[in-house]
């Protein structure tokens, strides 16, 4: 059978028990028409870049998926008619991956501590002397103007 990822997600004001709740009711969906779930992941309540179906915020929640390609569109059939799930995506794959997701790794990531105060960029060092420029020349396009409106 082909193998999928599949992403979903589900509005902000869903509680993450509803989330779960419609993830189990999803994965059920599959193994009724003989497909099954082998890992699922949710990534949390994350901000969305631009607004989707008037909501900023989202709750994610990944699925690999192993099923026949009748089963994965019953679900997303069943997914665009529920009113808690604003967008999902499902991609074919070659193999699942058996280490977390970037999503779930990014939370790692997190833990390493603060950077500095330039990071490793370093001190800038001294920056040259710039010097007095002067008077502003006066601008070509200005000129031309002043003198059209001087004389009529």
Do not use: C
């Not at 589900?10 to 599959?30: H, M, N, P, Y």
């Not at 497909?35 to 989202?58: C, F, H, P, Q």
């Not at 026949?68 to 665009?80: D, F, G, Q, T």
């Amino acid at each position: 059978m082909p193998l999928y990822e599949h992403v979903f997600l589900a509005r902000q004001d869903a509680s993450g028990a509803q989330v779960e709740q419609l993830t189990k009711e999803f994965s059920d969906i599959l193994e009724e028409a003989g497909g099954k779930v082998a890992r699922s992941e949710y990534w949390g309540l994350k901000t969305l870049a631009y607004k989707i179906k008037k909501s900023r915020k989202a709750h994610y929640t990944m699925l690999n998926i192993d099923s026949p390609p009748a089963a994965l569109e019953e679900m997303e059939r069943r997914m665009r008619i529920s009113t808690d799930i604003i967008r999902f995506m499902s991609i074919r794959v070659d193999g699942h991956e058996t280490e977390p997701s970037v999503m779930m790794r990014k939370q790692d990531r997190d833990d390493r501590g603060p950077r500095g105060p330039r990071g490793d960029r370093g001190p800038r060092g001294p920056r040259p002397d710039r010097g007095d420029r002067g008077p502003r020349p006066p601008r070509p396009d200005r000129e031309a103007r002043d003198t059209n409106t001087a004389g009529g």
